[in-house]
């Protein structure tokens, strides 16, 4: 920037500019990457000729959007999101649009956001842009939350498997974020908190912070997950979370999915991992060696056969494979 300002360079002013806004934003100092881009936008405002710099409006309506401006942030993103080539939209308006939906979400505008969100998961897709397919697939997550949380869930996960898919592991953590405050939101469990655990050791090895919205929803979650566990069973699960890997975590939420709806005891509430932990129990495996089966650490063996024991009304894995042979014996003819 020292050379390139006195030079008048809007793109490798403004390029670098915007990124370093983003670290400062990402780092809870959303004013301070304000004031990074004030140079560039009187750069760019004084130019003789309308000057495009790929990024800057984007960055500047993540920093209107995280400093509580959203009508301002859907202003900026909107620039982007009309960029075309010969009437198609092209890869920089793409990256725009989540955020787009995002700001005319938090302004209101839901019509709207939902027909942002249709167009940026056609043209992702088309360009062959999985970061931003998954980016879109949440933020209709988020638009359906209120309403339909099952389908909420779903699109959660649609964006968990692009993101899987496609190795973009720095996000894995937004999606188990999202289904972890969801399930928390229909029913406080440990699994709740042994998700959100894990997305915290995850980002504190990454560095890479929750936005300020993402902050919000994590410590209200958080908070009610301990009041509604109580202290010591929360920080157990805590604990448990913590030790598994991000990989781990993954799939411990992929196996999780469709629990919701469960009765609450009997064979018919225990889930399909649950399930499987009961197989592999009645089989004579240990803990480590179901882990090293289901990849997930001891620590989540237990809690499921925890669960289990608690579902079914069992004290022990040999009162577990009685219940078990009982349920599995073939019925007279």
Known sequence: MVVAEPLGDYHRVGSTRSVLALVLAHAGQADAGLEVMRPVLRLVEGAENDVFVPGMARTMGTLELWRGQPEAAARWFEREARSTDGGAATWIAAQAMPG????LRAAGHLDRARAALERA????????MPRVVAEALEQQAHLAADGDPDRAVDLHHQA???RVEHGLCTF?????????TLDAGAQPTSEAVR???ASNQAREAMAYPRDPAGRLAHDTCVERLRAALGEGAF???WAEGAGLTLEEAVAYVRRARGSRGRPATGWDSLTPTELEVVRLVVDGLSNPEIGRRL???RGTVKAHLSHVYAKLGVANRTELATHTGQ???PTPP
């Open 327 to 329: 349920r599995l014996r």
């Open 160 to 162: 968990l498997a692009e």
């Open 172 to 180: 894995y953590v937004d999606s188990l974020d999202a289904l972890a």
């Open 121 to 128: 998961v056609g043209v992702a897709r088309g360009l062959g």
């Open 195 to 197: 998700v959100l655990a």
């Open 100 to 103: 787009l939906a995002a700001a």
């Open 235 to 237: 920080a157990e699960a």
């Open 295 to 297: 990849f997930m650490s």
